[in-house]
């Protein structure tokens, strides 16, 4: 009789309270990933300094598209193949809208608080368990998402602080990247990595152009090298996350994603002067914590599910 997958195994054995152990690899990959957006949102707001932010994702998603080619060429058109482009339409057409938000988040709000806002996706994923998928989610989880949102308080200051429609926007699009992050997740179980990046990037140029038309202006001569760099940026962190999603638990990997929080204040205060407040520091340092308690927790519930799972197949029928 053929027994779990290795995978499976591996999850398994790692006892229910401890951290999943995370590959040097996927560790690198995901570091690369996070400094690969980090960059791509300091692109952005270069190029904003004449294009609009729906133009901007359109052209993000069309040299996007040129730098996953290469692909092609190394699976073939094979690598095109999937029963579930239904699902990836769904998925990029979702994708598409949060990146919109996301980006004119960037460039009507300080970049770190961009950033930061960002990070409430985990919060949105667990509200999405619960609503969509009818996922028991208990206290803890709850305190967590509890914590979080206070901390998301703390960095949009709704009273008496710099609030402004666009901070309402970034949330938008924290909360439909719920969704995107559960389907690429969903995706690796089946699709290789290559496929994912390729369908995806393929995908998201018709489905940006539309907003990018009813705003288009050509882009300077001085502009276009941003244009490009945000989706050779794009491309590049997309194609190491989900690489390292493949290789990793999200609840391992977590940690490192918020390295792009550090890149994108370092490159803020050097380059646009954008010195980030307490505020802003004290409510991203409550979101990522109740984030990362979130993905840890979310981890331990799996782990313990399967492990169950598997001895109930393992016992002997009557």
């Known amino acids: ?62 040299f996007g ?15 095109l193949r999937t029963r579930r482009i239904g699902f990836y339409a769904v998925r990029c057409a979702a994708g598409i809208v949060s990146m919109l938000c996301g980006f004119w988040a960037l460039i009507h709000l300080p970049l770190t608080q961009a950033v930061a806002l960002s990070y409430s996706t985990p919060m949105f994923v667990t509200i999405g368990a619960v609503l969509v998928l009818g996922e028991v989610v208990r206290m803890r989880r709850w305190s967590a998402v509890i914590v979080g949102f206070l901390g998301v308080l703390i960095i949009v200051r709704p009273i008496g602080g710099d609030f402004s429609a666009a901070t309402l926007v970034a949330l938008a699009g924290a909360a439909i990247s719920g969704g995107v992050t559960i389907s690429i997740k969903y995706l690796s179980r089946t699709d290789p990595p290559d496929r994912i990046v390729l369908l995806t990037t393929l995908l998201w140029v018709p489905l940006s152009l539309p907003f990018a038309l009813g705003v288009w202006v050509w882009p300077e001569p001085a502009i276009w090298p941003w244009l490009v760099l945000s ?27 918020y390295l792009q929080f550090l890149v994108v204040g370092l490159l803020a205060w ?38 169950e799972a598997i001895v109930g197949k393992g016992e002997p029928q009557a």
């Open 231 to 257: 989706g050779a940026l794009g491309t590049g962190g997309h194609y190491c996350w989900t690489r390292a999603l493949k290789m990793a638990e999200a609840s391992a990997l977590a940690p490192l994603s």
């Open 270 to 307: 050097l380059m646009f002067g954008e010195v980030v407040d307490r505020y802003t520091v004290a409510g991203a340092a409550i979101v990522i914590g109740a984030s990362l308690y979130i993905a840890r927790r979310e981890a331990q519930v799996a782990r313990k599910n399967q492990l």
């Open 65 to 79: 598209a040129l730098f996953a080619l290469p692909l092609l060429r190394v699976h073939g058109l094979e690598i």
């Open 1 to 62: 009789m053929q027994g779990p997958p290795e995978s499976a195994l591996r999850n398994v054995n790692t006892p229910v309270g401890v951290p999943p152990a995370l590959p040097p690899r996927a560790a690198l990959l995901m570091a690369a990933s996070a400094s690969l957006f980090g960059l791509m949102a300091i692109s952005i707001r270069f190029a904003s300094r004449q294009q609009h932010p729906f133009e901007i994702a359109f052209f993000r998603c069309f």
